[in-house]
Nanobody, 117 residues
Framework: QVQLVESGGGSVQAGGSLRLSCAAS????????LGWYRQAPGKQREVVAH???????NYADSVKGRFTISRDNAKNTVTLQMNSLKPEDTAIYYC???????????WGKGTLVTVSS
């Protein structure tokens, strides 16, 4: 099993910044993808960004140029730096890990990000 624990959510005004972190523990295989998803009230969960164990990154179009994802393989952590936040970024943000060899997904419990105008 894998445990994912998020931290860093909170409230900020539009244009501000927040930094989300996620620590992974347990049976983490070397080949995996770490990332962030979000779910706004009344909407489906959507991918925000993810990063492979080799460092390749992908971002949702809505956050490109504003958010940066990074990971520390030695510490099994993933970080999402969010700048120029907009009210539409308000959501619960979930840490996600995908173990490619076992084809299993793991989720954190989520952390709330609120951006006021």
């Amino acid at each position: 099993q894998v445990q994912l624990v998020e931290s860093g959510g909170g409230s900020v005004q539009a244009g501000g910044s927040l930094r989300l972190s996620c620590a992974a523990s347990g049976s983490i295989l070397s080949v995996n993808s770490l990332g962030w998803y979000r779910q706004a009230p009344g909407k489906q969960r959507e991918v925000v960004a993810h990063i492979s164990s080799g460092g390749s990154t992908n971002y949702a179009d809505s956050v490109k140029g504003r958010f940066t994802i990074s990971r520390d393989n030695a510490k099994n952590t993933v970080t999402l730096q969010m700048n120029s936040l907009k009210p539409e970024d308000t959501a619960i943000y979930y840490c996600h890990l995908y173990n490619a060899l076992t084809v299993v997904h793991f989720w954190g419990k989520g952390t709330l990000v609120t951006v006021s105008s």
